[in-house]
Nanobody
Framework: QVQLVESGGGLVQAGGSLRLSCAAS????????MGWYRQAPGKQRELVAV???????KYADSLKGRFTISRDNAKNTVDLQMNSLKPEDTAVYYC??????????????WGQGTQVTVSS
């Protein structure tokens, strides 16, 4: 069984920063891409950023320069540093991982989500 557990969400004023962390644990053989998505009320879930196990990154165009994704392959963790936060960044943020478990089955796993609220 594999779990993705997020932490680091909360309430912050506009212009502030937050750092989200996600740790994958369980019967993991290998992890490919890891990423962060978000879903605001009444909107579809959207990509925030993704990072490969080789360190290549991709960001939503609107977030480039404010958000930075990083990962630690040895610890199976992925972080999202969010700076200059805006009220429109308010959403539930979800961690995602494309991984093989120890039965060599490929799955797309999601965390439970962490709330980020940016006040104006």
């Amino acid at each position: 069984q594999v779990q993705l557990v997020e932490s680091g969400g909360g309430l912050v004023q506009a212009g502030g920063s937050l750092r989200l962390s996600c740790a994958a644990s369980g019967n993991i053989f290998s992890i490919g891409a890891m990423g962060w998505y978000r879903q605001a009320p009444g909107k579809q879930r959207e990509l925030v950023a993704v990072i490969t196990n080789g360190g290549r990154t991709k960001y939503a165009d609107s977030l480039k320069g404010r958000f930075t994704i990083s990962r630690d392959n040895a610890k199976n963790t992925v972080d999202l540093q969010m700076n200059s936060l805006k009220p429109e960044d308010t959403a539930v943020y979800y961690c995602n991982a494309d991984l093989y478990d120890d039965s060599f089955e490929n799955y797309d796993y999601w965390g439970q989500g962490t709330q980020v609220t940016v006040s104006s």
